[in-house]
């Protein structure tokens, strides 16, 4: 804004400065101080009465020009919304490194989905475990737009899981478990729609009763939270974890 208003003056050599997170009355005292050394224009956007304040109080002291970006249009936007404003200073700052965040977070929860790469379990918030069908990958999804980096490991009794879900911290891990019969329907749909028989052992009650058998034995072993998932969102579900 201020290079666009210096640009009608043919001003392109003026020399600006920009000052930023300035929370603290003896910063605007000392920053006024300097600007008195090379006289010009203060431009600011503090949201702080007090400390708008102190900016005028000091400008003052030395004749200088000071204009407050902020005050008109946070008073235009206080008719329209019709609630007064927040007064937090630094919120765009927040709200961009939240999003920075969440963005870290699920690309984490992408790399290392399914166990794909087991040095994701170190660096994980949290590391989900269970067999499959019970919504690892959806939870681990959901926790990353809560900017907590989840990573999961399928629990397959062939496959024994990576030594490292054995040394972090157990309240880092969550095992997630599921009523036979729920995962029996899953299952079935799931073969139904990759257009495979329903009746694979995937599907079947005995290979799960297998499966669901050696993931408690896992779970045990770890001493992790366990979650029964069936008939639960994934909501639900998250919000257990992050109790």
């Not at 009355?25 to 008195?36: D, G, L, R, S, Y």
């Not at 000091?58 to 407050?68: F, G, S």
């Not at 993931?215 to 998250?238: H, L, Q, S």
């Amino acid at each position: 804004m201020v290079r666009a208003a210096s640009s009608q003056f043919n001003a392109g050599t003026i020399d600006i400065r920009k000052i930023p997170f300035v929370h603290d009355p003896a910063e605007i005292t000392q920053i006024v101080k300097e600007i008195n050394a090379f006289p010009g224009v203060i431009v600011y956007t503090l949201v702080l009465p007090e400390l708008q304040e102190v900016m005028e109080k000091e400008a003052a002291k030395y004749n200088l020009t000071t204009v407050d970006i902020m005050t008109p249009l946070l008073n235009a936007l206080t008719k329209i919304e019709g609630k007064q404003p927040k007064g937090e200073p630094g919120l765009v700052r927040k709200i961009s490194e939240e999003y920075f965040y969440k963005m870290e977070a699920i690309e984490f929860a992408v790399k290392y989905d399914d166990g794909r790469d087991p040095r994701g379990i170190t660096r994980a918030d949290i590391v989900v475990i269970g067999v499959s069908r019970t919504s690892k990958t959806p939870l681990c999804m959901y926790l990353a737009h809560k900017c907590i980096k989840a990573a999961n490991i399928p629990l397959v009794p062939e496959i024994a899981p990576p030594e490292e879900v054995f040394q972090i911290p157990r309240y880092r891990v969550v095992g997630l478990t599921i009523q036979p019969q729920k995962l029996v329907e899953f299952r079935t749909e799931r073969l139904k729609t990759l257009g495979l028989a329903p009746n694979a052992d995937y599907a079947k009650m005995e290979r799960i009763l297998k499966e669901l058998f050696y993931a408690e034995e896992v779970m045990r072993r770890i001493g992790c939270f366990v979650i029964d998932v069936t008939n639960k969102a994934v909501e639900e579900t998250a919000s257990r974890v992050l109790e």
